[in-house]
């Protein structure tokens, strides 16, 4: 017997799809553990402290929210399996996923795979990852630890520009690192950020480390003409050069963008295969923010409850 509703991921999205599929009497199946920076529960798992999400006005820490996604979701009636799903087949229905050599069949299935930062791989990068380097300025800049600080923000591209103009509300001066000596980003907001007094690019430039033992306290940069290294003292360092959404599985039987984001319809859940239905980052190229994931999730696990009624 194939299971009515399958959820791939376990962040804000997939666990709300969850919550109101299993409110719904659908007993969703959750495949939690597919995310391809290999954490399961997605981005929020690497994130120490969440100011933004409504209803927690002294913060909670991202695995600690994400814990609490998955309790309610599971006292409502969903099922949780810690495995990968490592291939799928979406061309009839009920649709194959495979976990390792065990098939499971879904009349119908929403994806929540959500996407990975970029990051540079930098060799002090793991230590001081959320001690100073966040690849989230909207969701980590209003934090304590960089307010009235100096921050360095890395990109060239719209996102890079938005993200050092944001932090300028917090940090004592923006330091916009970028590896040419122009912007890809679009002349408007090109334009704000040049005229910003707050806001100091260095260009050509590139870092190539991150300085502090506990903490960040400064970002080591190359110049890529002369080759010179300088250090730049500062409490932040933001990671603005893009999203991976993890859609590698589906490539070829969904359809994706030029970047690998999954296309819905409209404003709906939808996507190009009927009775497949995406939510969260995987699918928003946009905002990627846990608030937007989980409200994707409600809107994916009502569109996937109306299209069972229908089927």
């Not at 719904?24 to 954490?39: K, R």
Request: aromatic share 6%; hydrophobic share 40%.
């Amino acid at each position: 017997m194939s299971e009515r509703v399958v959820i791939i991921g376990s962040g804000p999205a997939g666990l709300t799809a969850a919550l109101y599929a299993a409110r719904a009497g659908l007993e969703p199946l959750v495949f939690e553990g597919f995310m391809a920076g290999g954490v399961a529960g997605g981005q929020l798992m690497t994130t120490t402290e969440v100011e933004n999400f409504p209803g927690f006005p002294d913060g909670i820490t991202g695995p600690e929210l994400v814990g609490r996604m998955r309790a309610q979701s599971e006292k409502c009636g969903a099922r949780f399996r810690p495995e990968d799903v490592d291939r799928a087949d979406l061309s009839a229905r009920p649709f194959a996923l495979w976990a390792g050599d065990e098939k499971v069949e879904a009349q119908s299935l929403i994806i929540a795979t959500g996407a990975t930062a970029k990051r540079l791989s930098l060799p002090s990068e793991e230590r001081l990852w959320n001690r100073g380097i966040s690849a989230c300025a909207v969701c980590d800049g209003a934090l304590p630890i960089f307010r009235g600080k100096v921050l360095v923000v890395v990109g060239g591209g719209d996102t890079a520009m938005e993200e050092a103009t944001y932090l300028t509300h917090f940090a004592s001066k923006v330091v916009l690192v970028h590896r040419r000596r122009e912007f890809r980003a679009s002349k408007a907001m090109q334009a704000r950020v040049l005229s910003n007094p707050k806001i100091e690019v260095r260009w050509n430039a590139v870092p190539v480390d991150a300085l502090g033992e506990k903490v960040l306290e400064g970002v080591r940069v190359r110049d890529v003409a002369s080759g010179a290294e300088s250090d730049i003292p500062a409490s932040g360092l933001f990671y603005a050069i893009g999203h991976t959404p993890n859609t590698a599985l589906f490539a070829g039987q969904l359809e994706r963008d030029e970047t690998g984001y999954l296309v819905t319809r409209g404003r709906s859940t939808h996507t190009s295969v009927e009775g497949v239905f995406a939510a969260g980052d995987v699918q928003d190229r946009v905002y990627r923010q846990a608030v937007t994931a989980a409200g994707s999730g409600c809107m994916a696990a009502l569109d996937c409850e109306r299209w069972l009624a229908g089927a």
